[in-house]
């Protein structure tokens, strides 16, 4: 089974203090940690598990500048077979749809069976998964947490409201988004970083993937941010602090106090 699955390099949210750029409309991105995707570590660990267990190869793809690169050489050393870097400056700005579609112009140059996304990325919208499948025309899957492969087709299991589970059978090809708790993703240790350090990633523009520069960048998108900002704390509203142990206590006994418990 050949599987493609889509990851994105953002910023690492466990070892940064976030501020907000002068111009109000994005995150100040100097000097911050970044990491792959939470979400998309498991859509590869998924991918890895069924190779395992049925044959084929797993390729990790990114559209982004060359930093990106290390997120993709990150899931190599994970397991995955290869990896490829979209990047064009005419990329930069791109929305949700424009990157859907950059990742499209390379996905129909494959033979994929499967394509996987993390259930969340791009600030949360989690909209590349269900975006792409419908360019592809192929069938689509959302908050997937279980996974049997068949002949020609695949059982899923969908986290759905109250606690509950939805199944469906589906034919391949198609696109998941994996949520989190499919599985656990294997730890990356130093010798697979350097097994995989100088292996080769193709990196495609604009002009090897027969994309109009029009068509994706801020030129080519529909959506643009206008404006980001921390909410105000509401009315009564109070910050507990100290350990854990102690925020766990403190906030008990509130709630006690409240008639919560």
């Not at 490829?84 to 033979?111: C, M, P, R, V, W």
Request: net charge negative; proline share 2%; glycine share 12%.
């Amino acid at each position: 089974m050949e599987i493609l699955v889509c990851v994105k390099r953002v910023p690492d949210t466990a070892e940064n203090e976030f501020e907000l750029n002068s111009a109000g409309n994005d995150l100040d991105r100097d000097d911050l940690v970044y990491s792959v995707n939470e979400w998309d570590n498991y859509a590869v660990e998924e991918a890895i598990q069924i190779v395992d267990k049925v044959g084929g190869s797993v390729t990790v793809i990114t559209v982004g500048d060359d930093e990106s690169e290390e997120v993709l050489r990150r899931e190599m050393a994970m397991g995955a077979n290869n990896g490829i870097l979209l990047s064009d400056d005419a990329f930069e700005g791109s929305d949700g749809k424009a990157i859907a579609a950059i990742l499209k112009a390379e996905t129909q140059k494959g033979n994929y069976d499967l394509i996987l996304s993390g259930a969340q990325a791009d600030e949360g919208a989690g909209q590349i998964g269900g975006m792409l499948a419908a360019m592809m025309d192929y069938p689509y899957a959302s908050l997937v947490n279980k996974i049997e492969v068949g002949d020609g087709k695949i059982i899923v299991g969908r986290e759905i409201e109250g606690g509950n589970q939805e199944m469906n059978e589906m034919q391949l090809p198609c696109v998941l988004s994996i949520q989190t708790g499919i599985n656990e993703p294997r730890y990356v240790g130093i010798r697979g970083i350097r097994k995989v350090a100088s292996v080769d990633i193709p990196v495609k523009g604009a002009g090897d993937l027969g994309i109009d520069t029009a068509s994706v960048g801020e030129a080519g998108s529909k959506t643009k941010r206008v404006d980001y900002f921390v909410p105000d704390m509401g009315e009564g509203a109070e910050m507990l602090e100290g350990s854990t142990d102690e925020i766990i206590e403190k906030l008990i006994e509130k709630l006690k106090a409240k008639g919560g418990l």
